[in-house]
C-alpha cells in the first residue's frame, strides 16, 4: 500500500517593502551622514590658529603701551598715530599704493594681450613658449636681483619706484598671461566670428564682445598683482635707498632694532599694512573665484 507522499513547501519571505523615495527637491549628499563635529571640529581649529594671530596683533595696536591685559580695554590709538607720523608711514603708504596700481595696470593690459594671442592665434613654438611661461614661475625672485639691479643701474633707475613697478610687472606677468587665456578660451570663438559678419574689425569685436565677458578673470589677475606688489619686501628692499621712496614691508622692517622692538608699533604698522588687502579681497572675492577657476579650466 503506497501513501502519497505529500510535499510541505514552506512559505515564501514576504518581499521588504520598499525603500520611501527621497523627498522632492532634495537630493541625498555624502556628508549627511557624517556626524557634525567631525566637520566643525577640524574647522574651529583652523580658525583658532588662524584668528588668534589676527587678535594678538590688534591687541598690540590697541593696547597701551606697558599693559599686560588680554583684552584690550581701554584702547588707544597711539600708536597708529606714532607710526604714521613719527615713523613715515604715511609716504610709505602712498609708494606702495602707487606701486600696486601701477603694477595692475601695466601686468592687466600686457597679460590680456598676451594671454589672446595665446588663446586665439597658432605659431610655431607656442607650446614650447607655454611651458616657458609655467617653468618661470618655478624661479625665486632672489636669483633674479643682480640682473636686475644691473639692468636699472646701466638705466640709471636705481632708488626709483619705476624699478620696483617694471620688476614687478615682469614677476607677475607669466602666471597672468596663463590666467588670461585660459579664460579667453572659454568664451566661444563664434561670438567673435558673429562680429565681425555684423562690420566689426578683430579689435572692436575683442572690445565690444569678448572683453564683457573677462571681467571676473581680470578682476583675479589685477587683485592678485596688486597684492603681491602690495606686500612684496625683496625688491623694495633692494632697489630703493632713500626713505621717501620705500614701500609698507620695508617700513615695517625698519621698525625692528638690533636690540630692540617696538610692539606696539610694529603691530600697528602691520594692521595699516593688512588693512588695504583685506579690503580688496572683500570686496572682489566672488569675482576673485570665479575668475581663477574659469582661467584654470582650459590653457
Not at 190 to 208: M, Y
Not at 229 to 243: E, G, I, K, Y
Request: with cysteine.
Amino acid at each position: 500500500m503506497t501513501t502519497a507522499a505529500t510535499c510541505t513547501r514552506s512559505p515564501a519571505p514576504e518581499a521588504a517593502a520598499p525603500a520611501p523615495p527621497p523627498a522632492p527637491g532634495r537630493r541625498r549628499r555624502a556628508w549627511d551622514e557624517v556626524p557634525r563635529w567631525q566637520i566643525y571640529l577640524p574647522l574651529g581649529v583652523y580658525l583658532l590658529f588662524t584668528l588668534v594671530p589676527f587678535y594678538w596683533i590688534l591687541l598690540f595696536a590697541v593696547r597701551p603701551s606697558g599693559s599686560t591685559s588680554l583684552v584690550p580695554w581701554p584702547m588707544t590709538g597711539e600708536h597708529f598715530v606714532k607710526v604714521w607720523t613719527e615713523r613715515s608711514f604715511a609716504v610709505y603708504f602712498q609708494n606702495s599704493l602707487l606701486t600696486g596700481l601701477a603694477v595692475l595696470v601695466m601686468t592687466t593690459v600686457v597679460a590680456l594681450a598676451g594671454g589672446y594671442a595665446l588663446a586665439r592665434f597658432d605659431f610655431r613654438l607656442k607650446k614650447g613658449f607655454m611651458l616657458a611661461l609655467l617653468c618661470s614661475q618655478f624661479v625665486p625672485g632672489a636669483l633674479l636681483l643682480v640682473p636686475l639691479f644691473e639692468i636699472f643701474a646701466s638705466l640709471r633707475m636705481i632708488n626709483s619706484l619705476g624699478s620696483i613697478i617694471i620688476a614687478e610687472t615682469v614677476f607677475q606677468l607669466p602666471l597672468s598671461m596663463i590666467l588670461i587665456s585660459g579664460f579667453i578660451k572659454n568664451v566661444p570663438y563664434s561670438l567673435e566670428e558673429a562680429a565681425w559678419v555684423d562690420g566689426c574689425n578683430r579689435f572692436s569685436a575683442f572690445r565690444v564682445v569678448v572683453l564683457p565677458l573677462l571681467r571676473p578673470g581680470l578682476i583675479a589677475v589685477g587683485s592678485f598683482a596688486f597684492v603681491h606688489a602690495w606686500n612684496h619686501f625683496l625688491f623694495a628692499l633692494m632697489f630703493l635707498n632713500n626713505q621717501d621712496k620705500q614701500t609698507i614691508p620695508v617700513g615695517l622692517n625698519t621698525l625692528m632694532g638690533a636690540d630692540s622692538v617696538d610692539l606696539g608699533a610694529l603691530a600697528a604698522g602691520g594692521v595699516i599694512a593688512a588693512v588695504p588687502v583685506v579690503i580688496v579681497f572683500a570686496f572682489i572675492q566672488k569675482w576673485l573665484i570665479t575668475g581663477f577657476s574659469a582661467g584654470a579650466v582650459k590653457g
